[in-house]
Antibody, heavy 124, light 107 residues
Framework: QVQLQESGPGLVKPSETLSLSCTVS??????????WAWIRQTPGKGLEWIAH???????YSNPSLKSRVTMSVDTSKNQFSLNLTSMTAADTAVYYC????????????????WGQGTLVTVSS | DIQVTQSPSSLSASVGDRVTITCRTS??????LNWYQQKPGKAPKLLIY???SLQSGVPSRFAGSGSGTNFTLIINSLQSDDFARYFC?????????FGQGTNLEIQ
């Protein structure tokens, strides 16, 4: 059973960069089948897909955040990371990492395993 | 962007009831539509993928249907464990967008 666990600061100051990591256990991150995703949730905007990355580093980002998002993969640690720059109060949210199932109509790129989430608050 | 409209936003029902939640997309997404269940303080959990395929371990009282722009999640014979928030999500094109959610409450 694949498990994901987010880690990172719970508090970030405005204009700073958020750095979050997600450690994957029970499976390898170095699979060509799966992408590894970040999603966030706020009471106001609901669930928002941020980006997903393949183990090679190939990344697809939400255009609304693209200029601020960087994702990376560390296969030696079975871990992937998110950097989100220029944080504002609007970025306060619960951030989830998840595994994206293979593309194609059979699995429809669904998000089949999720971490428990980590609350990030942006405040000075 | 392909927009996703989910309805109703809230729903009251009783144990044993059959409930229906709908999701409509602004363009065809073929069958790239997924359903998730979320309980307070927990991560979303995948219930249905590719419009109608039941995720492993999910009870068979959950069923999904639809293709193109109109989709339905049906929960047959509601159990107390089913009272939660439900989201649909289109994964046809980036950005993947989620519906606003349906709160399923005990009547």
């Amino acid at each position: 059973q694949v498990q994901l666990q987010e880690s990172g600061p719970g508090l970030v100051k405005p204009s700073e960069t958020l750095s979050l990591s997600c450690t994957v256990s029970g499976g390898t991150i170095s699979s060509s089948l799966y992408y590894w995703a970040w999603i966030r949730q706020t009471p106001g905007k609901g669930l928002e897909w941020i980006a997903h990355v393949l183990y090679t580093g190939t990344t697809y980002s939400n255009p609304s955040l693209k200029s601020r998002v960087t994702m990376s993969v560390d296969t030696s640690k079975n871990q992937f990371s998110l950097n989100l720059t220029s944080m504002t109060a609007a970025d306060t949210a619960v951030y989830y990492c998840a595994r994206r199932a293979p593309g194609g109509v059979a699995t429809a790129s669904s998000l089949d395993f999720w971490g428990q989430g980590t609350l990030v608050t942006v405040s000075s | 962007d392909i927009q996703v409209t989910q309805s109703p936003s809230s729903l009251s029902a009783s144990v044993g009831d059959r409930v229906t939640i709908t999701c409509r997309t602004s363009q065809s997404v073929s069958r790239y539509l997924n359903w998730y269940q979320q309980k307070p303080g927990k991560a979303p959990k995948l219930l249905i993928y590719a419009a109608s395929s039941l995720q492993s371990g999910v009870p068979s009282r959950f069923a999904g249907s639809g293709s193109g722009t109109n989709f339905t999640l049906i929960i047959n014979s509601l159990q107390s464990d089913d009272f939660a928030r439900y989201f649909c999500q289109q994964s046809y094109s980036i950005p993947y967008i989620f519906g606003q959610g349906t709160n399923l409450e005990i009547q």
